[in-house]
């Protein structure tokens, strides 16, 4: 073996090593990183959703501002608008929703004993092989357990209630101050930038809003008619629970691929604990809710898609959802579309600065 070779015998073994070494460390580190993963998490959590509703609402208030009203008067004055509509909302909607939710705490334990005798009519039916009755029971129990330990935990914490509260009680005032500052951050970011590096800057972030714009905005919108067309499909049927049905089926559907499916799923669930006839019902009313999304409503809201792979999306999802939860999965695909164009951007100045 020649010299050569010998030392990139030696280079990839002292690689080896170090990776090696890394892994233990990280192990170690572990639970330290884990803490301290947690306090950014909840630190940075109402900034970030400031931030969301800000870059929403910020074309609305850019548009009332070039019409000479100042940026202050048009934050307040949307927020006054979305305070009416709220009252009109909890006014008419709330009460039905609160009575669905009660009525469905109420009728819980029947619920339960319907789904226990569907399982029971699975354990019995001698078709089934032994393997898929006690895969069954295991996903019901598991289930089962998982929902009564969420619940319990919830309610026997009583500092994960406050900080919900304390959330939803900061991040008005958060978006108020980023909606009116807007152009002062704008500025202040420009201005602590190089010259030399402004006008590629500039470029980034507008990339940026035409990657997220369209689809955030859009996402919303698209949500928002889906749960309305599933509400009155979900009425036309006869479905219980309607309202708090078509609320998972809109919350959901904001995310790509696996939010539809996770938004039937719990009226599937309820339906089957009804009749085999109720949950083809759903079934076919959440296929027609995803057939209108596909082909009329989505490409006229939302636009040209971020021409993503679904094995790409279907990637990040599950990065996002192991990472942050629920949050995660909604907030996966404009993250890595706006990772995408910075990625982009540093490459090529990265060749423009080999071949010059």
Request: hydrophobic fraction near 55%; charge should be positive.
């Amino acid at each position: 073996m020649n010299r050569l070779s010998q030392s990139r015998l030696l280079a990839v073994l002292v690689y080896i090593v170090l990776a090696l070494l890394a892994l233990y460390l990280a192990t170690l580190v572990r639970p330290m990183l884990l803490s301290v993963w947690r306090f950014a998490k909840a630190v940075s959590a109402p900034f970030l959703i400031a931030m969301i509703i800000a870059y929403v609402l910020n074309p609305i208030v850019a548009m009332l501002h070039h019409r000479r009203m100042p940026r202050t008067a048009a934050v307040l004055l949307i927020y006054a608008v979305f305070v009416c509509s709220s009252v009109v909302v909890l006014v008419n909607v709330a009460p039905m929703f609160a009575a669905q939710v009660r009525e469905l705490n109420e009728h819980m334990p029947e619920l339960t004993l319907r789904a226990q005798s569907l399982v029971d009519s699975f354990n019995k039916n001698d078709s089934l092989p032994d393997t898929v009755r006690s895969g069954i029971n295991r996903a019901v129990f598991g289930l089962e357990k998982q929902v009564s330990m969420r619940i319990s935990d919830f309610l026997n914490n009583i500092g994960a209630v406050v900080n919900v509260i304390f959330l939803l009680m900061i991040v008005p005032f958060l978006v108020f101050y980023i909606l009116k500052d807007m152009d002062v951050f704008e500025r202040a970011v420009l201005k602590y930038l190089p010259r030399a590096r402004r006008q590629g800057t500039i470029r980034l972030f507008k990339e940026i809003d035409m990657a997220l714009g369209s689809y955030i905005r859009g996402q919303f919108i698209v949500s928002m008619c889906i749960g309305l067309a599933a509400y009155i499909g979900y009425l036309i049927i006869g479905m219980p629970y309607p309202l708090l049905m078509a609320a998972f089926v809109a919350l959901f559907d904001i995310i790509p691929y696996l939010g539809p499916f996770l938004g039937a799923l719990p009226a599937l669930i309820m339906a089957s604990t009804i009749s085999w006839k109720m949950a083809l019902f759903v079934v076919i009313v959440n296929t027609l809710c995803q057939t209108l999304e596909s082909n009329v409503i989505s490409p006229q809201v939302v636009g040209r898609s971020m021409k993503m792979h679904p094995l790409t999306i279907i990637f990040v999802l599950l990065i996002g959802g192991e990472l942050a939860g629920v949050v995660g999965l909604l907030l996966a695909v404009p993250f890595y579309a706006a990772l995408r164009v910075v990625v982009q951007h540093l490459f090529a100045y990265y060749i423009r600065r080999k071949t010059v």
